[in-house]
């Protein structure tokens, strides 16, 4: 059996003069805000190499979790698991990982922080067949994955990020803003033999790929969007763009190929749902991609993110409740 525990709590040490109730929205930091979900956290690599006509994508057999949860003021709690009535599929192999990702949504900062590891994958056999029968198994691939992304909310005043993702804020007229921030990522993805199948690869050396390392750092840039209809219904949109620099190195067949350059990284978000004073639901989508430059022939990308339906109650604390919060969350 395994528990995934998230805890967040977000500190907003930038809030400074923000607006927490206005006609654009409303703000429930004294009303607990409750939630039921259920989340798909996913996380895959692609490798990709022009000079021999490969390209394949690992994936692990992630399972879907059912939870509940609760934000009150800066501070979020959520539990989940993954009940075997909702995860049946046995085809793609077992997978043991953990991973946090947490994604901190302030007034006027974003945060959203990774860290994955993951032991076992499966690769689809469409390109495989009829020489691998099924799902092609690999239980030795490990991939380890630490990053961060913070990014600056300029138009605070008239968009709330909370209220499309936690939704401890109602969001009551469209509005938008630009986001500027900086991200860093490292990672390392490791196997105990070559990554690529002998049915793709053949013989050729250069494809035997078992090793890969990588740091990454740079700035950001996106917008987000929330178009609200008759007040209650609501979509979010959000897209970022980055250039980050990053040293890699790509271990096949015992030999080290380093490479540093610049890399474009892209992230999009969306949400949609509806809102009120005392129930809300909301579907969730987050996406983040990151590419390794190496070579004009040869390409790695990591993707991650998280798939979720919440379905929210707001209620005031009362008695015991309302005094134990008190003294815990300030």
Do not use: C
Not at 161 to 184: C, I, P, T
Not at 193 to 199: F, H
Not at 200 to 212: K, P, R
């Amino acid at each position: 059996m395994r528990f995934l525990i998230l805890a967040l709590f977000l500190v907003q040490a930038l809030v400074g003069a923000a607006q927490s109730n206005n006609a654009y929205y409303t703000s429930y930091d004294k009303i607990i805000t409750g939630r039921f979900y259920f989340s798909q956290k996913y996380t895959s690599f692609r490798y990709r190499y022009d000079n021999e006509s490969i390209n394949v994508r690992y994936r692990p057999n992630t399972t879907l979790n059912m939870g509940v949860g609760a934000t009150y003021k800066w501070a979020t709690l959520n539990l989940a698991y993954g009940f075997g009535f909702l995860n049946r599929d046995q085809e793609k192999g077992k997978t043991r990982y953990l991973d946090l990702q947490s994604h901190l949504y302030g007034r006027k900062l974003i945060v959203d922080a990774f860290g994955q590891f993951y032991n076992g994958f499966y690769l689809d056999n469409d390109k495989l067949a009829p020489a691998i029968d099924g799902y092609y198994l690999r239980p030795d691939i490990k991939l380890r994955f630490l990053g961060a992304s913070g990014q600056y909310l300029f138009n605070h005043e008239k968009f709330s990020y909370r209220a499309s993702f936690l939704q401890s804020e109602w969001q009551k007229k469209s509005a938008g803003s630009l986001l500027v921030g900086l991200e860093f990522f490292l990672g390392h993805t490791k196997a105990d033999s070559a990554m690529v199948p002998s049915t793709l690869s053949g013989e050729t050396a250069e494809s035997n790929l078992d090793q890969v390392n990588f740091i990454e750092l740079g700035p950001n840039v996106g917008y987000a969007y929330t178009f609200v209809f008759k007040e209650h219904f609501f979509v979010t949109g959000q897209g970022t763009v980055s250039l980050d620099y990053g040293t890699n190195t790509i271990i096949s067949n015992g030999e080290r190929i380093r490479s540093s350059s610049f890399s474009p990284n892209s992230s999009l978000s969306f949400f949609a749902g509806y809102n009120s004073e005392t129930w809300a639901f909301s579907f969730v989508f987050v996406n983040k991609n990151i590419g390794l430059a190496s070579g004009n022939d040869r390409r790695i990308d990591f993707n991650t993110g998280n798939l979720r339906l919440n379905i929210v109650h707001r209620f005031v604390p009362r008695g015991k409740t309302k005094e134990v919060l008190k003294d815990v969350i300030r």
